[in-house]
């Protein structure tokens, strides 16, 4: 890392290009071949649509940024780090956005009332800074994890109702409902310098990782120190939690499990009330991604799958149509591959029609985009949806995801269209809510970025400001 206002040379450059070491590697080295690259792909008519179009688009997104906690003091310990997450979620009047787009330029004030944004910003400890009687930084960020989630209450509304959930609530839900097994223990050597009494004495006994059962609320761990456990242990992200560096990765893994919690939380609003249940196939979803959850707290995933299910199961009963929950990618292994397939061999031609789409199969997605050396179907302890490239109305290319409404659409042998009764209405919805501020993007997804991101430049300063005005030090 350069010091504050250093330029890098060429020289180091010119090092590494004439390395023996770094030839000898890229000679050595090989990208990994596709098991038939000239697999014939064959783009499919996007179904018709079925039935009314929702007019109420909710939409998820979230930002994170970790930065220095304050001015450095001799009497504490430097470096000290705070981690910074905004949770945004937008709900867009398609009816009245279809209005205020029939006259050009849109009037700035009417294009604002069709939406209601709210953003949920939250904060937790990093390296090197504790809270309350907290012993360390990791048992600080895990109590404040759970205290977050116990108190971020979305303000946003839904046709005049607040989704009043808590994220806790939800996360508890899935946590009662659908965890099994046990998990390993927090205090189950988390540091071999941390005191005895910091850690699990059980662990200790028997030389191995302690594995306890996570209740929801709030518990004691089973050995004879008692020490707290919080619900939001099972998540497992604490386990990566870095006393003495970086946190990047751990406020990325909160925020994904924000943003499918709020999603989780909407689906119970609509679930239990009765308006809204008549009115649910009037409503879509859209996140940031994919509808997936990684590392840690993966085993909500199969936890969402059977929660949308059961839902959608209701939904289907009252309305007839099947629910419309979809993740949108803006980057990655997928859009660059479906950039790829929609050229041919004939200069400005491409392969992909509008309105057409390709559903790929499991083999396909492992021969060709994620190679996958184990015999599992791609996704399968992460994903909650199905992929799909579609190249919308306008040309634009867009890989979504669309969540698994029914065991049968989750099996990926099949590319068969039929399984998947809302796609033409789903299709037809994304062919309406792209954005022209920026190629293959969706408006929704836009805007609950744009609530969402956190400027880096002038954040720097003021979240570092905020810290050390308000941090206690002692």
């Not at 806790?168 to 009662?176: D, G, I, K």
């Not at 071999?192 to 761990?221: V, Y």
Request: charged share 20%; aromatic share 6%; with cysteine.
């Amino acid at each position: 890392m350069p010091y504050e206002g250093e330029r890098a040379g060429y020289r180091p450059l010119e090092r590494i290009v004439n390395s023996q070491q770094v030839r000898g590697l890229l000679a050595r080295a090989k990208q990994w071949q596709q098991e038939d690259p000239d697999y014939p792909i064959e783009p499919q008519a996007a179904p018709k649509k079925d039935g009314v179009l929702p007019d109420l688009i909710i939409a998820f997104d979230s930002s994170w940024h970790e930065t220095a906690a304050g001015a450095l003091q001799k009497d504490v310990y430097p470096s000290a780090q705070v981690g910074y997450i905004t949770l945004s979620t937008v709900l867009l009047r398609t009816a009245e956005l279809s209005r205020v787009s029939q006259s050009r330029p849109m009037d700035p004030d009417q294009y604002r009332r069709t939406r209601d944004e709210s953003t949920t910003p939250a904060a937790l400890p990093g390296a090197n800074l504790i809270t309350g009687n907290n012993p360390n930084a990791r048992t600080s960020f895990r109590n404040e994890l759970y205290q977050m989630l116990a108190t971020a209450l979305d303000s946003a509304q839904s046709n005049g109702a607040v989704a009043e959930e808590s994220l806790l609530s939800a996360y508890e839900r899935l946590l009662a409902g659908h965890r099994r097994g046990a998990t390993k223990c927090p205090y189950s050597r988390p540091d071999p310098d941390a005191p005895e009494q910091e850690s699990c004495k059980l662990a200790i006994a028997n030389e191995r990782e302690r594995k306890i059962p996570i209740p929801t609320g709030q518990s004691k761990c089973p050995c004879p120190n008692q020490l707290p456990i919080w619900s939001t242990d099972a998540t497992r992200i604490h386990e990566r939690f870095m006393e003495d560096g970086p946190n990047g990765n751990q406020l990325g893994a909160v925020a994904q499990v924000l943003e499918r919690l709020e999603l989780l939380r909407y689906l119970h609003l609509i679930e239990n009330n009765d308006n809204f249940l008549s009115q649910a196939h009037r409503i879509a979803f859209i996140s940031d991604g994919q509808l997936a959850v990684f590392g840690g707290p993966s085993w909500m995933a199969k936890a969402l799958e059977t929660e949308i299910q059961r839902i959608n199961t209701k939904v289907q009963e009252r309305t007839g149509y099947d629910m419309i929950i979809v993740a949108v990618e803006k980057t990655g292994r997928f859009v660059d591959h479906f950039e790829l397939i929609d050229k041919t061999s004939e200069p400005g031609v491409q392969r992909f029609q509008p309105r057409q789409l390709f559903m790929p199969t499991n083999d396909y997605i492992t021969g060709r985009i994620a190679p996958n050396e184990t015999n599992r179907p791609y996704g399968n302890a992460t994903h909650f949806g199905r992929k799909l490239l579609y190249k919308a109305a306008n040309g634009y290319r867009l890989v979504i995801t669309t969540a698994f409404l029914n065991q049968q659409q989750s099996d990926l042998t099949s590319n068969d269209l039929t399984l998947y009764p809302s796609l033409g209405r789903t299709c037809a919805l994304l062919d309406g809510i792209t954005s022209s501020q920026s190629p293959n993007s969706l408006m929704p997804i836009r805007l609950a970025h744009h609530a969402a991101a956190i400027p880096i430049r002038p954040s720097v300063s003021v979240l570092q400001n905020l810290a050390e005005g308000l941090m206690k030090h002692e």
